[in-house]
């Protein structure tokens, strides 16, 4: 089952081609950029010219001869840069999604330059004298609540940019910040090349154990290298074989069924060895260079560690904080852990094996002890869970929350065939926003999962409504069958529908507190939460259809997916848990401890906690990705404290006898999806929830408890 996307060329016809598309206004439908107009060499000069104009509109706020006031000062700042923005979001998008050499080669050269641009405005200090001036006569003016928030977020973030400064150290904070961020592009683009840059590639003979969906993909695999192929001897590597790579969606699969155990650890140790094989693409030097520059960095904010200078702003404020939390789940995760692997070891001595249980054993006979404890198979599911009806069942729940509709749209370009979008209506019938999914694993996207956008919501200057976009990296559909989905992916579909739910319901005056843009430790909670309604019955049986009968999922088959729901939380929770220690102990490092070697600085984190050797950390370092090269430093742990908000916030469902209340459905969304950052995290949570979030639902849910299965 293919995907339509029609090419049409009626998107903006007064479009002229010769002039860069960033200089013209998008009349665009809903302002969706005009993505084949749009040119590898139009960025540069965009950006060049955005932060020309930027710097201009900062100048004209400064020399205002006005006494500074809400409105002229914060207010126009947040008007500021609407050329910068624009251009940014469609490049950083790109980049993630649809790369290439060239955009890789600008993300260097621009990454440095962009760091320095905003530490201009950050740093000046003009700009921050009129800030400080409004908030030191804060109660002289008639300020909304969300106003006086806003006005203390914009005066924090200019002493956390270093306002305070002197100008030697504010010269050097615009270093270190300059050199991250050139490090952390490398990284991302070291580690883009070491996931393409390997392949299990397989006859025959050597696909032992292997379903025929899994088989079918992998030959579809190599078809489509084979016709990217340019030489005669290229495209002969590929003919009749199969291939297997280390992205997720074709690794898990692999080591789940494969029983060539040799082969399962070759793919394995090629996905854990990722930017630690010594070659042109190593990221163990970048991984301890930016630590230590963060390190100095934060002494001379007047931080005693990086993690000290990021937890300041989030739900948790300490590094204690944030251990005590991970200790009190590592333990039991631990314990559950080796009790998984003793399961496992059994079943494997139990075939006549002699060998102990290994990390790339892990998938394989955990699957087995799954089908014993629970009489579960995974490619049991997969049938009933194709991408369109999934699709169809995270709209269908968002409709039943909250009434909202989603309309399919297919004259509008797009910037890769695989994507699609949505018109996103509310349940009045007024225009909410626009949904992009782009859903399927490519060689020129980057891993992972992840929600963005392409425009924005805001009513300060009349009413602004967004363009999102999901990003994930699910199979692809092979030959006429369509992509069917682990239920590992049917969550991350909803995790990330939950993030694009957060940044289309936002309804905020200012863009700056606009949707996702709350501390890192809560903008979990609206994805996590709505994974809980994947797997109620009710979600289940509205969506979850075979893809070649339309028969409804069993219920027998729902049962034991139910019951099964708790299985291997040893190994989930402790190699999520293993990372967010590494990530805290990698930025509770002080600036006079000069770091030499990743590998024996994780191998001795690591060893603290006494990770098994069966299980590696989700991110060894030089593929740590969320901390090198994206916005988590410090902050990988916010995925456990949002599951203890989204575990309680699920149960008041719960304690309300319908996953639908309309009560409970209509405090979440006023209080959390619409409101951005416009109050303080705690508070939005307990206007929802009517009381702070406890532990023990976390623990329940997850088989922490201590309790039986």
Known sequence: MGLLIFASCQQNPKMNDNINPFFQEWNTQYQVPPFLQIKDEHYMPAFEKGMEENLAEIDSIVNNPEEPTFENTIEELERTGKLLTKVQRVFSNLAGSNTNPKLQELQRELSPMISAHYDKIALNEGLFLR???????????????????????????????????????????????????????????????????????????????????????????????????????????????????????SMYPFLTESTRRDLREILYKSYVMRGDNNNENDNKEIAVEIANLRA????????????????????????????????????????????????????????????????????????????????????????????????????????????????????????????????????????????????FTRSNKRGGAWMS?????????????????????????????????????????????????????????????????????????????????????????????????????????????LKASKFNQGFINTEYLAASLLDMDWHTITSDVVLEDANSFEASSLAKIGLIDEIAPRYRSTYFAHIFSGGYSSGYYSYIHAAVLDSDGFEAFIEAGDVFDETLSSKLRKHVYEKGSTEEAMDLYVKFRGRKPIIEPLLKVRGLDGKPD
């Open 453 to 561: 956008s392409f425009k924005g919501q805001s009513n300060l200057d009349g009413r602004e409504r967004p363009v999102v976009v999901n990003v994930c990296n699910f199979p692809a559909p092979v030959g006429d069958d369509p992509s069917l989905l682990s239920f590992e992916n049917v969550t991350t579909l909803f995790h990330e529908f939950g993030h694009a739910m957060h940044g289309t319901l936002t309804n905020v005056t200012y863009p700056s507190m606009a949707g996702t843009s709350a501390p890192r430790d809560f903008v979990e909670f609206p994805s996590q939460v709505l994974e809980h309604w994947a797997s109620e019955p009710e979600v289940l049986k509205s969506f979850a259809t075979h893809y070649q009968t339309g028969e409804p999922m069993p219920d027998e088959l729902i049962e034991k997916l």
């Open 131 to 249: 800030v400080e001036s409004i908030w030191n006569n804060r109660e002289n003016f008639s300020l909304t609540d969300e106003q006086i928030k806003l006005l203390k977020d914009t005066r924090k973030q200019f002493i956390r940019s270093g306002a305070l400064l002197d100008s030697n150290q504010k010269e050097e904070i615009t270093k270190i910040n300059s050199k991250i961020s050139e490090l952390s592009t490398q990284f991302g683009q070291n580690l883009l090349a070491e996931t393409n840059g390997f392949e299990l590639i397989l006859d025959d003979d050597e696909l032992d154990g292997l379903s025929d969906g899994v088989i079918a993909a992998a030959s579809e695999s190599a078809a489509q290298k084979m016709n990217e192929a340019t030489s005669p001897e290229e495209k002969a590597k590929y003919e009749n074989k199969y291939v297997f790579t280390p992205h997720r969606s």
């Open 296 to 439: 100095q960095k934060a002494e001379i904010m007047g931080y005693k560690t990086h993690a000290h200078f990021i937890l300041e702003d989030n739900m948790l404020k300490s590094p204690e904080e944030v251990y005590d939390l991970l200790i009190k789940l590592w333990e039991p995760a631990l314990k559950r852990a080796k009790s998984e692997v003793l399961d496992m070891q059994a079943v494997s001595d139990s075939e006549g094996n002699n060998f102990k249980i290994a990390a790339w054993d892990w998938w394989h006979y955990s699957e087995k002890v799954r089908k014993a404890k629970y009489d579960l198979d995974e490619a049991e599911l997969k049938p009933y869970l194709s991408l369109d009806n999934v699709i169809k069942g995270v709209f269908n729940t968002t409709n039943k929350l909250w009434g909202l509709t989603f309309t399919e749209i297919f004259d509008i370009d797009l910037y890769h065939p695989d994507a699609r979008i949505w018109k996103v209506t509310d349940k009045d019938g007024s225009h909410l926003g626009i949904f992009i999914g782009d859903y």
